[in-house]
Nanobody, 124 residues
Framework: QVQLVESGGGLVQAGDSLRLSCAAS????????MGWFRQAPGKEREFVAAINWSGGSTDYQDSVKGRFTISRDNAKNTVYLQMNRLKPEDTAIYYCASTSGVALTTIPGRYKYWGQGTQVTVSS
């Protein structure tokens, strides 16, 4: 049974940093693309970042480029999202997800497994 468990969310002020973690089990972690998505109240879930199996290739939503960094530790079956210079518009529930393939993708429907999410709230 595949499980993805996010942690690290919280309430911070604008300009602060947070690091989200997602611990995976039940899958061959080193073989899959991992992604981070977020969903704000009243909005659709949107792509934030993705990383390939080795960590050598990444992709980001334009609004987080230069502020967020996705990384992974295959020895720990964990993917991270370092979020710097947070803004109130970053407020959302953040989800990690895994694909069943090797190609980076920004499309939620191509991710097979999802975590339960962790709340990030940024106050102004």
């Amino acid at each position: 049974q595949v499980q993805l468990v996010e942690s690290g969310g919280g309430l911070v002020q604008a300009g602060d940093s947070l690091r989200l973690s997602c611990a995976a089990s039940g899958l061959i972690f080193r073989a899959v693309v991992m992604g981070w998505f977020r969903q704000a109240p009243g909005k659709e879930r949107e792509f934030v970042a993705a990383i390939n199996w080795s960590g050598g290739s990444t992709d980001y939503q334009d609004s987080v480029k230069g502020r967020f960094t996705i990384s992974r530790d295959n020895a720990k079956n964990t993917v991270y999202l370092q979020m710097n210079r947070l803004k109130p518009e970053d407020t959302a529930i953040y989800y990690c997800a895994s694909t069943s393939g090797v190609a980076l993708t920004t499309i939620p429907g191509r991710y097979k497994y999802w975590g339960q999410g962790t709340q990030v709230t940024v106050s102004s």
